[in-house]
């Protein structure tokens, strides 16, 4: 594509994401995709935030990806490592989201340096899918009104999460509508319309607002070989025999909740490889957490990963035939470019929407819980009575994903350059929205 330039310059960019891994990687990803049509991205997050990116920036990258530092102030039990949700003790969310609203002087200082010709921000759970934005706003703008969609819902035991999800607090609520009031127009969302048009559709009524589909904003598998003992383990075993079991990096499962999945994998008779992770500071080994005997019963047909893994290598290996995931956006978007069928076993807030989005388009099926939300062994079961269904449409979904390639982040260039084109005087501040 030729370069894009307003007035003969090149546009500034500055990027804000939330302070989560699942929000800035995405960032980061669409920020790859609009360097290689001539923009200059400036992505301001904090310093732990951004470490945890900073090996994703290849040389090629390293000037038009800059990365920009927002200092928070400091607060009790808020050490600068706890400035990112990743291994942040629940209990202290409250405090970061203080402390991230306590730094707007210091992103205004940001703001007036850089000088940008766009902001583009986060509001709520704007990487979210349009079907979680617009059952969001469904409620916020109309909260008598039952979800126009039936199968997008919550399930009795999870409705606490909507709850939270929604934002009870009306100072919240305010601040996320004023966002969106304040942008200019358009407002981008992670995936794609042939996943899901009618609730873009939905919510651009709703919003009075453009919605612009970015892709799903995956990461390409490293060419650097990551995990070699991972994929050694994974080359031997036959094509698509292999689940993949992961809950992405800032989720845990309790401790009955992982004696029912080792149960399940067991009773399955499935090769698998199971990522676990416990949360900072929690003494427990994998022995203790796992059924007494379960790793010699299971012997070389599993692999158990503590801490980290290669999840795009992953799941892009030839062995892998399902992937069981809490339906994080990201895990979800990622399992469907590899053509993975998705077991879905969400968790809170965005995930339980993610998992009926999963199995209303066929891509996946969710595992049973009981009328308390608990899992049981007999459900959590890899194959199904759709399996060979769900299998050909997850390689379906794939393809279209391929064939879709760069079309969406086009358009979004476009739309972009068409915002500063059209607006020639800009505003008090400096920037566009």
């Not at 200059?40 to 310093?47: F, G, Q, R």
């Not at 706003?137 to 409705?159: G, N, Q, S, W």
């Not at 200019?184 to 042939?194: A, D, Q, S, T, W």
């Amino acid at each position: 594509m030729e370069s894009l330039v307003t007035d003969q310059r090149t546009i500034h960019v500055l990027m804000f994401p939330w302070l989560a891994h699942g929000h800035i990687s995405p960032y980061l990803e669409l920020a790859k995709r609009l360097t290689k049509r001539d923009f200059i991205i400036h992505l301001c997050s904090t310093p732990a935030n951004l470490s945890s990116i900073k090996h994703k920036i290849s040389e090629k990258f390293a000037l038009s990806v800059r990365l920009v530092e927002l200092h928070l102030p400091s607060l009790p039990n808020l050490p600068p490592c706890y400035h990112t949700t990743n291994g942040l003790p629940p209990d202290l969310m409250p405090t970061l989201k203080l402390a991230f609203d306590m730094a707007k002087p210091n992103f205004f200082r940001i703001l007036a340096s850089i000088k940008p010709d766009l902001l583009i921000y986060d509001f709520l759970q704007p990487w979210a899918p349009s079907t979680m934005t617009a059952y969001m706003f469904h409620f916020f703008m109309k909260p008598k009104v039952e979800f126009p969609f039936a199968t997008i819902c919550y399930r009795d035991y999870e409705l606490v999460h909507q709850a939270k999800l929604l934002a009870p607090n009306d100072r919240v609520r305010r601040e996320a509508f004023e966002g969106v009031r304040r942008s200019n127009r358009i407002v981008l969302i992670k995936g794609f319309r042939e996943i899901e048009s009618k609730y873009s559709d939905y919510l651009s009524t709703l919003l009075g607002k453009k919605i612009m589909p970015v892709g799903p904003l995956v990461q390409n598998p490293s060419q650097e070989l990551e995990g070699p003992e991972i994929v050694e383990w994974l080359d031997k075993k036959d094509k698509r025999s292999t689940v993949f079991v992961s809950f992405g990096s800032e989720y845990f499962l309790k401790q009955e909740e992982m004696e029912e999945l080792a149960h399940g994998l067991e009773l399955s008779n499935v090769n698998f490889i199971w990522v676990v992770r416990f949360p900072k500071g929690e003494k427990i080994t994998l022995k203790e957490a796992l059924p007494l005997g379960f790793l010699d019963r299971v012997g070389q047909r599993g692999m158990i990963v503590e801490g980290w893994a290669p999840q795009a290598r992953i799941l892009g290996h030839k062995s892998i035939g399902g992937f069981v995931s809490h339906c994080g956006c990201s895990s979800m978007m990622e399992s469907m470019k590899f053509g993975v069928p998705i077991i879905a076993m969400p968790m809170h807030l965005d995930q339980p929407l993610n998992a009926r989005l999963v199995v209303e388009i066929g891509v996946g099926d969710e595992v049973v819980r009981n009328k308390f939300g608990r899992l049981e062994k007999e459900e959590v079961c890899i194959e199904g009575g759709r399996g060979a269904a769900v299998r050909k449409n997850a390689r379906a979904m794939s393809e279209k994903m391929m064939a879709k390639g760069v079309e969406e982040i086009d358009e979004v260039v476009k739309e972009l350059v068409k915002l500063c084109s059209n607006n020639k005087k800009k505003k008090p501040n400096g920037f566009f929205y």
